[in-house]
């Protein structure tokens, strides 16, 4: 495997249910992120970690909960969803936590909550 | 505060023809600027990036962008346009200092007709 991989690509769930997403980067890198892409808005930045420690959390409801066991793992743990956290979630990776850092993301996993 | 502006969330041209793609920033320190494209299906990938070593930079697939300060834009430019190019184009600013978070436009889906 190489860059960036998430798993699941599609997952459906109930909103009593609990599921977790996962995010895995080959590229050495040190910094990692959650994104929301939900339709004709803006990527919603949802949490960083850098060198595994959380340094970015943007209001992000309590039923998100990210879980960073090392720099080449993230995850994001969902339960009690609404109908309205359906979207893409992007992880993105990138060497260090910079401005002029280039981020590499991955495929997404497409989240339909019913 | 850092912000975006993507002019036209929706842009269709013909094969062979001139692709611009409008993108102005508002930023309070001097800016990184990003374009990132998305296929279907797909996660985000890096264009090109403005890091203000020159104010023109090419990036991949024979796509430019040329930073203007005085007009705060960062507009992206393809001489010919291709089939392959259909897909969505997010333009962003890093939010600078020792911050690693980029601020994303709403995206511009870009159509190639035959």
């Known amino acids: 495997e190489t860059g960036v991989t998430q798993t699941p690509r599609h997952l459906v769930m109930g909103m009593t249910n609990k599921k977790s997403l996962k995010c895995e980067q080959h590229?050495?890198?040190?910094?990692m992120y959650w994104y929301k892409q939900s339709a004709k808005k803006p990527l919603e930045l949802m949490f960083v970690?850098?060198?595994?420690?959380?340094?970015e959390n943007n209001s992000v409801p309590s039923r998100f909960s990210p879980e960073c066991p090392n720099s080449s793992h993230l995850f994001l743990h969902l339960h009690t969803l609404q109908p309205e956290d359906s979207a893409l979630y992007l992880c993105a990776s990138s060497p260090g936590w910079g401005f002029q850092e280039t981020q590499y993301f991955g495929p997404g996993t497409r989240l339909l909550v019913l | 505060a850092q912000s975006v502006t993507q002019l036209g969330s929706h842009v269709s041209v013909s094969e062979g023809a001139l692709v611009l793609l409008r993108c102005n920033y508002s930023s309070s320190v001097p800016p990184y600027l990003f374009w990132y494209v998305q296929y279907p299906n797909q996660g985000l990938q890096l264009l090109l990036k403005y890091t203000s070593a020159a104010t023109l930079v090419k990036g991949i697939n024979g796509f430019e962008a040329e930073f203007k300060k005085s007009e705060t834009s960062f507009h992206l430019t393809k001489p010919s346009a291709h089939m392959s190019d259909a897909a969505e184009y997010f333009c962003?600013?890093?939010?600078?200092?020792?911050?690693?978070?980029?601020?994303f436009g709403k995206g511009t889906k870009l159509s190639v007709k035959p």
């Open positions: 970690y850098s060198l595994e420690e959380r340094v």
């Open positions: 962003a600013v890093s939010l600078g200092g020792s911050q690693g978070n980029l601020i």
């Open positions: 590229l050495g890198h040190n910094a």
